[in-house]
């Protein structure tokens, strides 16, 4: 709560998300990274880089309504499942109730308060390049931890495989 607490008054003091939620939707077909992929194929990207690691980033700027409304059509039937960020969206529900309360009626484009948005990256659950790690999950110090009976107990609700990891760097310990 206290991530929380922090989260809702930093969006209080600046009136902005800073960090968008991450989601995942079901898009079997790819179909709305086909039509975006389609509406750009001729064009220049409006951001292009590369980082210091040698990976090249282009970015496309759609904004062209009919290529908009039909991302939308297809995005009306799908569900959200949030991998990472419930604290976050949860925070802005709050941020929402209490602009509310306070009577607090800013349009965006005429139509809605901003406050009823809040910012996500969508990534379809066939995405080949998906992969979410947990980034701050560790089970560490648990002196009556057994792990042959924790992988067992795994193995009840999640695809156990095993992968051979580089050695340990810095503080951290392969536990399993």
């Not at 529900?93 to 139509?111: D, I, M, Q």
């Amino acid at each position: 709560s206290k991530h929380k607490a922090d989260r809702l008054e930093l969006m209080r003091a600046c009136r902005a998300n800073f960090s968008p939620v991450f989601s995942l939707y079901a898009d079997q077909e790819n179909r709305i990274i086909a039509s975006l992929k389609e509406s750009v194929k001729e064009a220049h990207p409006d951001i292009s880089f590369t980082d210091d690691s040698g990976e090249v980033h282009r970015i496309w700027v759609v904004s062209d309504p009919e290529v908009i409304g039909k991302a939308q059509h297809i995005m009306e039937e799908k569900r959200f499942f949030i991998a990472d960020g419930h604290h976050r969206y949860e925070t802005a529900l709050n941020y929402k109730k209490a602009r509310e309360a306070a009577g607090e009626n800013t349009a965006v484009c005429n139509t809605e308060p901003a406050y009823n948005y809040v910012t996500m990256t969508l990534v379809t659950l066939y995405d080949p390049g998906l992969v979410v790690l947990p980034t701050h999950r560790l089970i560490k110090d648990v002196k009556s931890l057994d792990k042959k009976h924790l992988v067992e107990q795994l193995k009840e609700n999640f695809v156990v495989e095993e992968y051979t990891l580089e050695p340990a760097r810095g503080n951290f310990r392969q536990l399993l």
